[in-house]
């Protein structure tokens, strides 16, 4: 399984990290992929890591702010927010494991003045 952590209300312009702990099956083997889903929106892919050596593609309206990042002794992903906007507001979801068939439950995260 896959558990998302780290959401919370933040002002515009901060930063913020998400985590994306998985267990149950080794991490390593696979890549992740970062969605995010906004109220009344689609779902959609913010970063999709595409090696193991780190390479991701970013989704345009995140490239140069967020980062993904991976610690394989922790069976950790992150995803390092910068510079939020009102716009980033909504669930994040981590993706992976085989066929990318492994989804957490999301975690909220919403920017507000």
């Known amino acids: 399984q896959i558990v998302e952590s780290g959401g919370r209300l933040v002002q515009p312009g901060v930063s913020l990290t998400l985590s994306c702990t998985a267990s149950?099956?080794?991490?390593?083997?696979?890549?992740v992929k970062w969605y995010r889903q906004a109220p009344g929106k689609e779902r959609e892919l913010v970063a999709h890591?595409?090696?193991?050596?780190?390479?991701?593609n970013y989704a345009d309206f995140v490239k140069g702010r967020f980062t993904v990042s991976r610690d394989t002794t922790r069976q950790t992903a992150y995803l390092q927010m910068n510079d939020l906007k009102f716009e980033d507001t909504a669930v994040y979801y981590c993706n992976s494991g085989a066929f990318y068939s492994i989804w957490g439950q999301g975690t909220q995260v919403t920017v507000s003045s």
């Open positions: 149950g099956f080794t991490f390593t083997n696979y890549l």
């Open positions: 890591m595409i090696s193991d050596d780190g390479r991701t």
